[in-house]
């Protein structure tokens, strides 16, 4: 069983920067790949970002390619994802995922542990 915690949301301008961590415990995850999701109110989770499990290979959504960077720290079972240039539409609920497979994937369905989410809300 794994358990992942996220943290480091909050209220930021627009333009603003914020950055999110996911620590993970329970069993070793350095070999999957993690992935950020997000929710915003009145809409469907979406794909943000994703990592494979040495870190070499990253993909993004669209949306916050170019703004958001994702990376990890094997040694200290956790995720990050640095949020620059903010928009009022990153406003959301982001969550944390370690896939099931080896594989990154753009998918919810590849993945089977979640954190709770923590709150970027981002004013203009």
């Known amino acids: 069983q794994v358990q992942l915690v996220e943290s480091g949301g909050g209220l930021v301008q627009a333009g603003g920067s914020l950055r999110l961590s996911c620590a993970a415990s329970?069993?070793?995850?350095?070999?999957?790949?993690m992935g950020w999701f997000r929710r915003a109110p009145g809409k469907e989770r979406e794909f943000v970002a994703t990592i494979s499990g040495n870190g070499g290979r990253t993909y993004y959504a669209d949306s916050v390619k170019g703004r958001f960077t994702i990376s990890r720290d094997n040694a200290k079972n956790t995720v990050f994802l640095q949020l620059d240039s903010l928009k009022p539409e990153d406003t959301a609920a982001y969550y944390c995922?370690?896939?099931?497979?080896?594989?990154?994937?753009?998918?919810?369905?590849?993945?089977?542990?979640w954190g709770q989410g923590t709150q970027v809300t981002v004013s203009s």
């Open positions: 995922a370690v896939a099931r497979t080896g594989y990154p994937s753009t998918y919810e369905s590849q993945y089977n542990y």
């Open positions: 329970g069993r070793t995850y350095s070999g999957y790949p």
